[in-house]
């Protein structure tokens, strides 16, 4: 497609249960990363997928966040046991070098 | 691991009035610098970016950026800004070495507001 599509735009879910993010990178591009975005704390990496390559998870704040990437294109981040303070705004970006780095309009997580 | 520092957490300006956002990061090795720009209700976007060459890089919309290196910094900056340039402000670093690919470390973040 033409941008990063990301989906839902919007997810209201309870305390304890697990949601699943979507993202569609741009077509081409082999690079997908996901950040969180928290009021006052600007943009928090998350993940990092490159290719085939093993993903750098060295930014997923608990054993309850796990991302995968399917077919090197779709990726979907799965929040287990949802806690309030899960609640954010949770961006994809994709690129094929620094220059073309591409964020999706994310999806904001609210977690009562 | 490197870190980016934003000082100004929020800025109140009036039209026209000139900008400089400041950005430092902690990393000694080669780094790839950014601003990005979210206006409200809307995604990411890039402003400027600066890999290598000129330190000064201009952007888009009028903005600008200086590299300085031996004091860590890449400040944003605009000589009169508009009503329309109320956003918040992201400055970024990537550090340029493979095993990172291009993930960004940003900072906090900087909210503008211009009054007309």
């Known amino acids: 497609g033409a941008g990063v599509s990301q989906s839902p735009s919007n997810k209201v879910t309870e305390k304890g249960k697990d949601v699943e993010l979507r993202c569609d990178p741009i077509s081409g591009h082999t690079a997908l990363y996901w950040y969180r975005q928290s009021l006052g704390q600007g943009l928090e990496f998350l993940i990092y997928f490159q290719g085939n390559s093993a993903p750098d998870k060295s930014g997923l704040p608990s054993d309850r966040f796990s991302a995968e990437r399917t077919g090197g294109s779709v990726s979907t981040l799965t929040i287990q046991r949802t806690q309030q303070e899960d609640s954010a705004v949770y961006l994809c970006?994709?690129?094929?070098?620094?220059?073309?780095?591409?964020f999706g309009s994310g999806t904001r997580l609210t977690v009562v | 691991a490197q870190s980016v520092s934003q000082h100004n957490h929020h800025v109140i300006l009036s039209e026209a009035a000139s900008l400089e956002l400041g950005c430092n990061y902690s990393y000694g090795g080669t780094v790839n610098l950014f601003w990005y720009v979210q206006y409200p209700g809307q995604h990411l976007q890039l402003l400027l970016k600066y890999f290598s060459g000129d330190p000064l890089v201009k952007g888009i919309k009028g903005f600008e950026a200086e590299f300085i290196k031996s004091k860590f910094s890449f400040n944003l900056r605009k000589p009169s800004v508009q009503w329309s340039d109320t956003a918040e402000y992201f400055c970024?670093?990537?550090?340029?070495?493979?095993?990172?690919?291009?993930?960004?470390?940003f900072g906090t973040g900087t909210r503008l507001a211009v009054r007309p």
């Open positions: 970024a670093v990537n550090t340029a070495r493979k095993s990172s690919g291009d993930k960004l470390t």
């Open positions: 970006a994709s690129s094929f070098g620094p220059s073309s780095y591409t």
